[in-house]
């Protein structure tokens, strides 16, 4: 469905507002071809009403002959500013950097934010960010869960299908996803809603079973024939099942690095208002998929890169999977009974 550019400005007005730009900030907007017009032409009329001074930077695509995919987080690790000093000086001299380009999961990214720069990713298209346009409820539903998560020692997910994890935790710092950017150097997605952290390293053991229905992504496919993953000292050793895990075994292996298969971030989805259902409403070219990354009462797991958390693995492969019907508990508490959010842990 269309969106009018007064709506559009809006969302954009309560995102900015939420993540504190006032009058006289620098703000740069980061632009490449898969940019969506709209979303850059209403950011722009947002930013001069707040009074913000503005600068954008449009740099050209990369990794066209390396990925096998469109989708811009189907290959990672060099982005467009990986030997741009000039672009990086802009960016790092910014108070806030509108990411309608997706620089994640890239060294550049981190060195922006250390500056104490924000970054703001907004890549779904125009009707997806208006109606999961971030709020304060969103934030504080996923403090909450962060509060559980700090400090526990194990996360673990099973589920009727034969999902059955063990995710020791301690290692890695935990992940706040809720849409804005609201202290220094802090780095969100609009739209999102999930908490996320990553299992210690060699530590994840068990077993994983993507059910009919479970959604892949990159592939932004739902699955049909179940795939079995068998999970040893933090990686994936095994991947098993029918035409889904032939389509899912080919893609891993094209990047020949071992890293791929690595346990990568893993938590739950916390948005109401985004759904399960929504990627069959759309074309690949169209979605990220963040509606299914964020769904309420998923588990979300990945495979691939610990970079962002300051690991050592930075493969340019990155799969994330969330699964339904997943009953996950971290220590003693469960957070997600059979797909449905706990409302305290219990
Ligand atoms: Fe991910």
């Known amino acids: 469905m269309a969106v009018s550019d007064y709506q559009l400005i809006q969302a954009w007005n309560q995102v900015l507002n939420l993540s504190g730009v006032q009058a006289g900030q620098m703000v740069s907007i980061l632009t490449s071809s898969s940019t969506h017009p709209q979303t850059l032409a209403t950011a722009r009329i947002a ?3 707040l009074g913000a001074n503005m600068v954008q930077i449009d740099l ?13 987080l189907a290959y990672l690790g060099t982005t467009p500013l990986t030997g741009n000093p000039a672009a990086i000086a802009a960016l790092k001299a910014s108070d806030l950097v509108l990411d309608l380009m997706t620089l994640l999961f890239s060294p550049e990214q981190h060195e922006i934010l250390q500056s104490g720069t924000k970054i703001l990713l907004a890549a779904e298209p125009p009707e997806v960010l208006v109606r999961l346009v971030p709020t304060l409820e969103d934030r504080d539903r996923v403090l909450q869960a962060a509060k559980i998560l700090e400090g526990a020692k194990l996360m673990r997910a099973v589920s009727d299908a034969g999902t059955d994890l063990h995710l020791p935790l301690g290692q890695y710092p935990v992940m706040k996803e809720y849409g804005f950017v609201d202290e220094p150097g802090r780095w969100d997605h609009w739209p999102s809603g999930f908490i996320l952290t990553w ?8 077993k994983i079973v993507l059910d009919r229905g479970d959604i892949l992504l990159p592939m932004k496919s739902y699955v049909a024939d179940p795939i079995e993953m068998t999970v040893e000292n933090g990686f994936v050793t095994r991947i098993e099942g029918g035409l889904d895990a032939d389509l ?5 292996a094209s990047f020949d690095d071992p890293d791929a298969y690595a ?11 985004a759904y399960w259902s929504t990627l069959g409403l759309y074309d690949k070219e169209q979605t990220l998929g963040m509606d299914a990354r964020a769904y309420a009462g998923n588990f979300l797991f990945s495979l691939g890169p610990n970079n962002e ?13 969330p699964l339904r019907q997943c009953t996950v508990t971290v220590d003693d508490k469960t957070v997600v009974r059979r797909g449905v959010v706990c409302k305290e842990g219990s």
């Open 60 to 72: 050209p695509p990369i990794n066209a002959e390396l990925s096998l995919s469109r989708d811009v």
């Open 199 to 206: 299992p210690n390293e060699g530590g994840a053991q068990g």
């Open 263 to 273: 346990m990568s971030h893993i938590g739950w989805g916390l948005q109401p208002r």
């Open 309 to 321: 958390v300051g690991g050592s693995r930075s493969t340019p492969c990155h799969i994330d999977i």
């Open 47 to 49: 930013l001069a009403g």
């Open 248 to 252: 899912l075994n080919e893609y891993m």
